[in-house]
């Protein structure tokens, strides 16, 4: 795990640096998850699934993609954003491409990976390898971490 980590840190340490990106620190995604952990969680999941599958892919992209995928500057469980919050999983992917291009230099691929990480919601299917693998990352991730959250009550 040691290696994924360092590879996320070599990969995106500017993206980490980014003052906005640390903002995300104060949003909550699922659960009790901040969005830039989960952005984290899934950036380390994807190079696991990369891997373990043996799925050649530029592991760069990946990481890149996977750290923006959910860079969509708001509290989306905030009152304030209430016309946002049913619509949310549908909107935020261009959203956070948008922000994404205001920060960062990215290449096709990585944008593929920000609009399409939500797909069956985009409507248009991920088309390169890399963004499939974080759609597939993020699903995960996101899964595990709402379950975490409900595990805690029980039901009797």
């Not at 954003?81 to 049913?86: D, E, L, S, T, V």
């Given at each position: 795990m040691k290696k994924i980590e360092d590879e996320v840190?070599?990969?995106?340490?500017?993206?980490l640096l980014n003052e906005h990106h640390k903002q995300t620190r104060?949003?909550?995604q699922h659960g009790r998850m901040s969005v830039r952990s989960h952005m984290v969680s899934v950036a380390e999941c994807s190079l696991l699934i990369a891997e373990t599958l043996?799925?050649?892919?530029?592991?760069?992209?990946?990481?890149?993609g996977a750290l923006?995928?959910?860079?969509?500057l708001y509290d989306w469980?905030?009152?304030?954003?209430?016309?946002?919050?049913?619509?949310h999983g549908f909107f935020h992917p261009g959203i956070a491409l948008r922000n994404a291009e205001k920060e960062f230099p990215l290449s096709e691929k990585e944008?593929?990976?920000?609009?399409?990480?939500?797909?069956?919601?985009t409507i248009a299917p991920p088309v390169c390898r890399e963004a499939w693998i974080v759609s597939m990352a993020d699903k995960y991730c996101s899964m595990l971490e709402t379950l975490r959250r409900r595990g805690k009550s029980r039901v009797g």
């Open positions: 840190k070599a990969y995106g340490s500017d993206i104060k949003d909550i043996h799925i050649p892919c530029d592991r760069r992209v990946l990481v890149r923006l995928h959910d860079f969509f469980h905030n009152k304030e954003h209430a016309n946002i919050f049913r619509l944008k593929d990976i920000i609009k399409k990480h939500m797909w069956p919601l």
